[in-house]
């Protein structure tokens, strides 16, 4: 019986519901990866039961009320940083993680 507490959930116990599953539907999966298509791929549903998933969403997932200062200040600084580049475009911010084949 898998543990509703998602902390409380090691990543062994995890590993072995996914086996379990994988195990369960291996003739559906070998039989839509081998179909005859451009991309193999395969579509398992239901591959965690559902109250773990639930858990795992509850923790995971905040809805808005839930946010705190932290949250806010990154929001503006998100909201300042967008209106600079706005107004001066790649003058004063310049992303060094973009490649550009002219440089």
Do not use: Y
């Amino acid at each position: 019986m898998p543990a509703t507490n998602v902390w409380a959930a090691s990543r062994t116990t995890l590993a072995g519901l996914i086996a379990a599953r994988l195990a369960e539907a291996r003739e559906d999966l070998v039989s839509q990866w081998t179909a005859p298509r451009r991309v193999r791929s395969f579509v398992l549903d239901d591959l965690l039961p559902p109250e773990l998933v639930t858990a795992i969403h509850a923790t995971s997932f905040r809805p808005e009320r839930a946010r705190g200062l932290g949250d806010l200040a990154m929001r503006a600084d998100n909201a300042l940083r967008t209106a600079i580049l706005k107004l001066t475009g790649n003058a004063l911010f310049r992303n060094s993680h973009v490649f550009r084949r002219d440089d």
